[in-house]
């Protein structure tokens, strides 16, 4: 096998297997999730990152496409303690550097005490420790990434067809292919926008709920979301998930702020603050809300009671920093989409301008 390298903002340099070949940098993130492999190294929210598995054999159970949140890979690149042959060619075919035999364990551990950082890895013949360095030094902060909802959004409208139950305009800031079916699955029509979608697009489709969400980046910079959620506050019920929810607090008034090494896996604990029920969730951000602005605090996490769900019964809001329809992780809270849909039910007609 060739060589590679993983170059840390902390300044080490850690040699590794090359399982499928490149060159590239990216903010260093790791899961926790036993499985999963497909839905996480497809899902749009770890777009412009490095993602590490905690968990040392990835690959057990082969690739299948139908397990797949979105049309491609989308972090840089992956690591892992041992990664199979069928993920390693697959990562291949997309062009996507992957390593393995490297202590994962080191780089976990790296992460959560030093926060998520900067990474540059170089796969194949000939690298060496330098390049990794030097794509290192290239890697822009998340924050700096301004134009990546274009890199993960639909770049036109589309509608997914559930039976006219309801029709939800649906923000596509990197959505997960699974949280269009749960809804779709629930009779509602999808119609989906991109992520810099006017206030007028989505009135023509004349909406029963504005559904913001979950992405890659910085909340800040989904300055068309925020619009979006700002023009039908108070006249239309909005719900939003993961990256939704802070997009849909930001517009409101409240703030957001960067974690440390942020949320990623599917054993996060949610504790209910009305019924103190506490369920598993899957989660997948590096973003937070700090200040709730007009939103009420109504789910924190267990660990480190950060906001985990916000609701407003006089603005028709309901948002959840988690993500209620998992894949991979629980299906604890898979009633989200139906407090969605009875959001519909109860719709006012939105007042003329």
């Not at 996480?40 to 598995?53: G, H, I, M, R």
């Not at 496409?65 to 840089?76: K, T």
Request: proline fraction near 6%; charge should be negative; glycine fraction near 8%.
């Amino acid at each position: 096998m060739s060589n590679a390298y993983i170059a840390l903002a902390d300044g080490r340099v850690l040699e590794a297997r090359a399982r499928a070949p490149g060159r590239t940098r990216g903010e260093l993130v790791f899961t926790t999730a036993y499985t999963g492999y497909e839905e996480s190294l497809t899902d749009p929210s770890y777009a412009e990152q490095v993602l590490t598995f905690s968990y040392p054999l990835i690959g057990n159970y082969g690739v299948r496409s139908e397990r797949f949140e979105s049309d491609s890979v989308q972090p840089r690149a992956a690591i892992a303690r041992e990664l199979t042959d069928d993920v390693a060619e697959w990562l291949a075919t997309e062009d996507v550097p992957a390593v393995d035999h490297v202590d994962t364990r080191e780089i976990v551990t790296s992460v959560r005490e030093e926060g998520a950082m900067a990474c540059g890895i170089v796969a194949g013949e000939d690298v060496t420790p330098e390049d990794a360095v030097a794509e290192m030094e290239a890697c822009k902060p998340m924050s700096d990434h301004t134009d990546i909802g274009a890199q993960v959004s639909v770049s036109e409208p589309t509608v997914h067809e559930g039976g006219g139950e309801a029709d939800i305009a649906l923000v596509d800031c990197g959505a997960k292919g699974s949280i269009i079916s749960s809804l779709t699955e629930r009779g509602a029509d999808v119609h989906v926008f991109p992520y810099d979608v006017t206030p007028e697009q989505v009135a023509d489709v004349d909406p029963d709920v504005l559904f913001v969400s979950n992405g890659p980046g910085d909340p800040e910079n989904f300055v068309a979301a925020q619009a979006v959620v700002d023009a039908f506050a108070g006249e239309l019920p909005i719900a939003g998930i993961c990256l939704g929810q802070q997009i849909v607090a930001s517009a409101l008034g409240g703030t957001t702020e960067k974690m440390s090494f942020g949320h990623r896996g599917v054993n996060q604990p949610v504790q209910d603050l009305r019924t103190d029920r506490v369920v598993m969730t899957t989660q997948n951000h590096g973003y937070t809300v700090a200040d709730t602005g007009p939103l009420e605090v109504t789910q924190v996490n267990v660990n480190d009671d950060t906001v985990e769900g916000l609701d407003s019964e006089e603005l028709d809001v309901i948002t959840r920093q988690y993500h209620p329809e998992a894949n991979p992780g629980p299906h604890d809270s898979l009633s989200f989409f139906d407090d969605v849909l009875a959001l519909a039910d109860d719709r006012q007609p939105i007042a003329a301008n």
